[in-house]
């Protein structure tokens, strides 16, 4: 899907979500993010591709200072996203508005000094001192996981950036392997995790030869690494709620997001790349009702299986750079 198409479909997707009534809106719920102390709203703003969709400079901060004042205060940044592009004009924002919101970014080096050299690189790009969430970006598989955990490891730059309070948390994220990240939550003293979460891959789970559908949860993170995380009571963060856009048209976009928001998660960090975007999203946060675990079935059974499988295959190669 181009830019193009994927602009039009989000579009006629929300055109297609009814209005939410009128009048002042309503607070921005928010949950507790684990056990680390912070609260969150339910909506966070992806700050990936979608983000880096506003070419023009001036437009992508006029963007994110609209989802920072509709309440939207979680910033979900990575160091590789557009080459620290994406870093930098958080950080043009940062400069007046830190205090306002919980900043995560994502480091992609596997060897310590090399991640301890993208944080520091990151702190100047935000023009912060501090992190409210780091994480180590894109888990691939076992091997990756083997270099990350290894003596001379990124996860001993994270350690070290909590203790020293560069950081208040610490976490992992994965797109494609749900049993890496399960290995990897339950060896390591992680406070978060991002994890793709969505209606499409709820039912799909590692067979011979190949991806097939089966019953709930299946090898998906839902099943696999959702509930390690919510037994440590880290703060987990679900993404790709859309299916990197693969999901829209096959479900309608309030459904969708209210899928993620339904699982024990604290929220979900959706890309926007317009502005009535971030106002339809606010809005349908706001307007949150969970869904229950019957209509989440439903839900997830309404949707194709080549749809899943096509998309399970994106998110295999996936890294939202």
């Known amino acids: 899907m181009n830019r193009r198409q994927f602009l039009e479909t989000v579009a006629a997707g929300l055109a297609a979500v009814p209005?939410?009534?009128?009048?002042?809106?309503?607070?921005?719920?928010?949950?507790?993010?684990?056990?680390?102390?912070?609260?969150?709203?339910?909506?966070?703003?992806?700050?990936?591709?979608?983000?880096?969709?506003?070419?023009?400079?001036?437009?992508?901060?006029?963007?994110?200072?609209?989802?920072i004042d509709?309440?939207?205060?979680?910033?979900?940044?990575?160091?590789?996203?557009?080459?620290?592009?994406?870093?930098?004009?958080?950080?043009?924002?940062?400069?007046?508005?830190r205090k306002e919101v919980t900043l995560a970014t994502k480091i992609p080096g596997r060897k310590a000094d090399q991640a301890r050299r993208e944080i520091e690189l990151s702190l100047k790009r935000l023009r912060t001192d501090h992190l409210d969430v780091l994480h180590i970006h894109v888990l691939k598989n076992v091997e990756d996981l083997a270099a990350i955990e290894a003596p001379d490891g990124a996860l001993k730059a994270l350690y070290?950036?909590?203790?020293?309070?560069?950081?208040?948390?610490?976490?992992?994220?994965?797109?494609?392997?749900?049993?890496?990240?399960?290995?990897?939550?339950?060896?390591?003293?992680?406070?978060?995790?991002?994890?793709?979460?969505?209606?499409?891959?709820a039912r799909m789970a590692d067979a011979p030869g190949g991806m097939k559908?089966?019953?709930?949860?299946?090898g998906s993170f839902e099943r696999l690494a959702l509930p390690v995380a919510a037994r440590k009571h880290m703060g987990v963060i679900a993404m790709k709620v859309f299916g990197q856009e693969q999901l829209l048209g096959a479900a309608p976009v309030e459904k969708?997001?209210?899928?993620?928001?339904?699982?024990?998660?604290?929220?979900?960090?959706?890309?926007?790349?317009r502005l009535e975007h971030i106002e339809r999203n606010a809005a349908l946060a706001r307007a949150f009702s969970p869904m229950s675990t019957r209509e989440r079935r439903r839900l997830a059974d309404s949707i194709e299986s080549g749809r899943k499988l096509a998309m399970r295959q994106f998110f295999s190669a996936h890294e939202d750079a």
Do not use: W
């Not at 949950?31 to 437009?59: A, C, E, H, N, W």
């Open 213 to 218: 559908a089966t019953p709930m949860g299946g």
């Open 19 to 67: 209005a939410l009534g009128s009048g002042a809106p309503a607070k921005m719920p928010q949950r507790p993010l684990g056990r680390t102390g912070l609260k969150v709203p339910i909506l966070g703003f992806g700050s990936g591709s979608r983000f880096l969709m506003y070419k023009d400079q001036d437009q992508a901060i006029a963007a994110l200072n609209q989802a």
């Open 256 to 273: 969708l997001l209210a899928y993620a928001l339904s699982l024990p998660v604290a929220l979900a960090s959706v890309g926007m790349p």
């Open 70 to 97: 509709l309440g939207i205060t979680y910033l979900d940044t990575a160091h590789a996203y557009g080459d620290g592009r994406s870093e930098e004009l958080i950080g043009r924002v940062m400069t007046t508005r």
């Open 160 to 201: 070290e950036a909590r203790e020293q309070k560069i950081t208040r948390a610490i976490g992992i994220t994965c797109h494609a392997d749900p049993a890496a990240l399960r290995t990897a939550l339950e060896r390591h003293d992680f406070d978060c995790t991002q994890m793709a979460l969505n209606a499409g891959l």
